[in-house]
């Protein structure tokens, strides 16, 4: 019975006296954890709302997210350095973001719709 009980507790298991397991948070049945909101289409998003880079462009990390422009985010960098799409605002210090209304009416100009 010694035996048992170190070899449980060298496992860290915890055991009664008659060496059954007891109800330990290693044991217990596993609890439903909330799942982070899903973030709405562009299309569902009004034309003043803002939207993040990583819902704009095609993200190789989630290549299963749906994404209206069709190109990468450097490029989406490049044309904003070059003046060939709309430049972001700046939220806060570390947020910046586009306006889905202009974000919209570029993509009309050039078809991409």
Do not use: C, Y
């Not at 709309?86 to 050039?110: D, H, Y």
């Amino acid at each position: 019975m010694l035996n048992t009980i170190k070899g449980a507790a060298a496992l860290g298991q915890d055991t009664s006296e008659n060496g059954d397991r007891l109800a330990t948070p290693h044991n217990q049945p596993a609890t439903r954890i909330a799942t982070a909101p899903t973030i709405p289409s562009f299309d569902a998003l009004p034309d003043g709302a803002f939207i993040r880079e990583a819902q704009l462009v095609q993200s190789p990390k989630h290549p299963d997210r749906p994404a209206p422009l069709p190109f990468s985010a450097p490029t989406l960098w490049r044309k904003v350095k070059a003046g060939t799409f709309p430049k972001p605002v700046k939220l806060s210090e570390r947020v910046t973001a586009w306006n889905v209304g202009i974000v919209r009416a570029w993509m009309t100009a050039q078809g991409t719709t």
